[in-house]
């Protein structure tokens, strides 16, 4: 716990992070055992806010499965503390996050029952305290693969270090967020939703324990670096949620963006009677704008020769005549067309020389080939569509990050552990992330915004092929997940995307279109000059079947290991939405399970992992024109998937890693 994400002048907080009793609370079977454990003493301890798999929590233990390992999908927790704050003010607890669903009592009172693996919750627990001897009790019941629930990449077979299934990882189930307590007015403040374009905020604001009056107002006050910037004066019912929201223009503004993140702080006073103030809450924005913009793409001349080491996944070869050189096998690649030839390979070592074609626009090369004359098809104008970021064309280079921590999973086990993948991303020379099926704790975003790393934020999604589960009943669960995070983290001027589904993980269970229409109009209430949201574009599904709707402002593909070709359109930006997913495998003993290790592309060494990367980093230079994001897989390793740029490790500041080479990503990145 660093700090509350609404601080308030009139409020203290307290954390209840710590060893607390714990037990689970279902026998092997999954049975859930009864009564619930008021005033009663639980059978262990568990670590707040480390999910009971992990190590950190000081529970997950696994090696005498199945004789002692008990069934993790039901538990209890257990907390008696004396009151911490004021009993004169109001009291609210908080949970940041809990899979899937919490049920919480305190002093055997039933204060709250949420359901939602990734978002924070609270409740108003004033009239259950006393002084002393509290009772907090919290049940939970995550169901993982066998309920309709999102669960991301969590697998409750990931439980079992000899157990092996490509790229799903171990569950967190129950709390794995924050729990904490907070002292606030009868009259509060209670959220505060912020967004923005280039010059202007736009705030709505939750309240509490107002009765609806004239005269309540909010002063709004915005400030840079501690100087004052600009104020208002709003009533309350103009910045209710429900409404179109207050702007607050801002003079000579300063853009947020990779590079240069400025972030402005807004702090809103409640005045519910006109003159005093009740309550004083803060917060922060980023000013920027993003777009797709509509331009007429330029003709591409063909890229040849480029003497690049050995393409691969090219097309049958086709002998030429002998002493042809490499412009015959251009000329042949023209006569062909771009469906069937967008690149070739000149091999002038055969007798007679020969030419293969490759049907994607990627440069796949691996290493140890000798170097071969190839060149690229030129590409013809035409109308096209690219996102834009303060009025300039963005291309974002990002890695998958799952967001995955070995020791803490789900849980960071530091703040600077939290902070590690973002700032090594900017180390690496990538300017975004791709958020990967997880929500993370508000506290990441915070990070993304100070450092000005873009985000593409996934929804978690639901695994269809995991269990037979009745699909149609995860939709709402979905569309709840989904509206939770643009709530959740909507604030954060780094979101500059939403990806609504991953491949064809449920998309099957969904009208595609009808829910891009949801999330526009759901983010678009912030939205009063006609921008999408928080100036946020859409990704319908990124490497999916919903992809060919052509809904959303992206045609998104997979492909590994190479980066394929999408082209833009007149309504869509081109985006590779996942490649490379080339591993470097660490020695047996330093594997999440000996020699297990899964990659899409093994490599013998880091150094061709280098070589192989720069070399799609080329590719990706070349196809800038029409190509507008990129993600490479990945960013650590996820237990026994180990195609990354860091191996997974201790992620704090000097800690021992087992790194890849620093290779030129970064210069690669410039050449954008």
């Given amino acids: 716990m660093v700090r509350p994400p609404l601080p308030s002048g009139a409020a203290s907080w307290f954390s209840l992070n710590g060893l607390v009793e714990h037990e689970f609370a279902a026998d092997f079977a999954g049975t859930p055992r009864a009564p619930i454990p008021f005033g009663r003493r639980l059978n262990g301890t568990i670590l707040l806010p480390f999910p009971p798999e992990s190590c950190l929590s000081g529970v997950g233990a696994f090696e005498d499965y199945p004789n002692s390992t008990p069934n993790m999908t039901f538990s209890w927790y257990r907390a008696v503390f004396d009151a911490p704050l004021p009993l004169s003010a109001s009291i609210l607890l908080h949970v940041e996050a809990c899979d899937w669903n919490c049920t919480v009592w305190v002093n055997g009172k039933l204060v709250v029952s949420h359901t939602g693996g990734y978002d924070a919750f609270s409740a108003d627990v004033t009239p259950a305290l006393k002084a002393a001897a509290n009772e907090l009790l919290i049940f939970t019941h995550d169901p993982t693969e066998w309920g309709n629930q999102p669960q991301g990449k969590q697998l409750t077979l990931d439980v079992l270090r000899d157990h092996v299934d490509g790229n799903k990882y171990c569950p967190s189930s129950g709390v794995w967020g924050d729990v904490w307590l907070e ?19 736009f705030l709505w604001v939750a309240l509490a324990g107002v009765p609806a009056a004239p005269g309540c107002a909010l002063n709004v006050s915005i400030s840079l670096r501690g100087s004052p910037v600009a104020s208002d004066a709003v009533g309350c019912a103009a910045a209710a949620p429900a409404g179109a929201g207050v702007e607050v223009p801002v003079p000579s503004p300063q853009a947020w963006a990779p590079g240069s993140p400025t972030l402005y702080d807004v702090s809103v006073a409640l005045l519910p009677g006109g003159s005093a103030v009740a309550d004083l809450v803060s917060g922060y924005f980023g000013l920027r704008a993003v777009a797709l913009e509509s331009y007429a793409r330029p003709a591409v001349p063909p890229q040849e020769p480029l003497q690049w080491t050995g393409l691969a996944r090219t097309g049958k070869a086709q002998k030429l005549k002998r002493g042809d050189a490499w412009g015959a096998c251009s000329a042949a690649c023209a006569a062909a067309g771009p469906t069937a030839c967008q690149s070739w390979e000149f091999d002038e070592a055969s007798s007679p020389p020969t030419c293969a074609f490759a049907a994607d626009v990627g440069s796949p090369l691996v290493p140890g080939a000798p170097t071969k004359t190839a060149g690229r098809a030129g590409v013809p104008a035409g109308p096209a569509a690219r996102p834009t970021l303060n009025g300039a064309p963005n291309f974002a280079l990002a890695w998958l990050d799952q967001s995955w921590f070995p020791d803490g999973l789900y849980r960071a086990p530091t703040d600077a552990a939290l902070a590690f993948d973002l700032e090594a991303a900017l180390a690496l020379g990538f300017n975004a992330v791709r958020v990967h099926t997880k929500v993370n ?118 492909t590994y290991p190479a980066p394929g070709g999408p082209h833009s359109s007149a309504t869509q930006a081109a985006m590779v ?29 880091p150094q061709l992992f280098a070589d192989l990367y720069c070399n799609y980093t080329r590719s990706l230079v070349i196809d800038s024109v029409w190509l507008s994001r990129a993600v490479a897989t990945q960013a650590t390793d996820l237990e026994c998937e180990c195609d990354v740029r860091l191996r997974a490790g201790p992620r704090e500041p000097g800690a021992t890693v087992y790194p890849l080479p620093l290779f030129p990503a970064t210069r690669a990145r410039r050449a954008f």
Avoid: M
């Fill in 183 to 201: 002292s606030v007015p009868a009259q509060r403040i209670d959220s505060l939703r912020l967004r923005a374009n280039s010059s202007s905020l």
């Fill in 441 to 558: 704790p508000r506290r990441f975003y915070y990070h993304a915004d100070r450092l000005g790393v873009l985000l593409l934020q996934d929804f978690p999604q639901k695994f269809e092929n995991e269990k037979p589960v009745n699909t149609r009943a995860s939709v709402p669960l979905f569309l709840q997940d989904a509206a939770a995070a643009v709530e959740g983290r909507g604030n954060s001027p780094a979101i500059v995307q939403w990806i609504v589904f991953n491949e064809g993980d449920c998309v099957g269970s969904f009208n595609a279109s009808e829910v891009v229409a949801w999330l526009e109009g759901l983010d678009g209430q912030a939205s009063p000059h006609g921008e999408r949201g928080a100036g946020r574009l859409v990704d319908t599904n990124s490497g999916g079947p919903a992809n060919a709707l052509g809904v959303g402002e992206f045609n998104d593909v997979h």
């Fill in 577 to 605: 939405g996942e490649f490379s997913g080339l591993g470097w495998f660490p020695p047996p003993a330093l594997q999440w399970v000996a020699d297990a290790c899964y990659t899409y592309l093994e490599l013998a060494t």
